[in-house]
């Protein structure tokens, strides 16, 4: 069963950074597009990068970047420079397909992780 687990969030001052994780168990990356999305409250859920099974990301969110690491079968998503506006719930999905789409859009993933909340305060 493919489980999605996400870690790394947290408060933060404006212009501080943070690297969210999300470690993937019951499939391996190399099948698999993974997805990373935030919901800010009374807002909608939007795609924030995706890295497809070949490493090849695609990012919509300039200040962010998407990395993985096979060996630990888990994707990151780097974190700088932040805004108060980028205060949401960070999720990780996963897509049954292994390229990304030119937009990442929530209903295209299969799977999801909890989420992980990322605060933006001073």
């Known amino acids: 069963q493919l489980q999605l687990v996400e870690s790394g969030g947290g408060l933060v001052q404006p212009g501080g950074s943070l690297r969210l994780s999300c470690a993937a168990s019951?499939?391996?990356?190399?099948?698999?597009?993974i997805g990373w999305f935030r919901q800010a409250p009374g807002k909608e859920r939007e795609g924030v990068s995706c890295?497809?099974?070949?490493g090849y990301a695609n990012s919509e969110k300039g200040r962010f970047t998407i990395s993985r690491d096979t060996a630990k079968n888990t994707v990151y998503l780097q974190m700088n420079s932040l805004k108060p506006e980028d205060t949401a719930v960070y999720y990780c999905?996963?897509?049954?397909?292994?390229?990304?789409?030119?937009?990442?859009?929530?209903?295209?993933?299969?799977?999801w992780g909890q989420g992980t909340q990322v605060t933006v305060s001073s």
């Open positions: 890295i497809d099974s070949s």
């Open positions: 999905a996963a897509r049954s397909v292994w390229y990304c789409s030119k937009y990442v859009t929530p209903s295209e993933y299969n799977a």
């Open positions: 019951g499939f391996t990356l190399d099948h698999y597009a």
